[in-house]
């Protein structure tokens, strides 16, 4: 029986933290302030 290695995710983290931060983040903080009361 072959042992999967952890090595090929590695691959995967810088293109889940450009996801994160480019559209999770923003995503969050628009909810986020369309919840609020924000009086320019």
Same mark, same amino acid.
């Given at each position: 029986m072959r042992r999967s290695s952890a090595y090929p995710y590695w691959f995967l983290i810088p +293109? +889940?933290?450009? *996801?994160v931060v480019l559209f999770i983040v923003p995503?969050?903080? @628009? *909810?986020? *302030? @369309?919840l609020t009361y924000w009086d320019p």
């Open positions: +293109g +889940g933290a450009i *996801f995503t969050v903080a @628009s *909810f986020y *302030f @369309s």
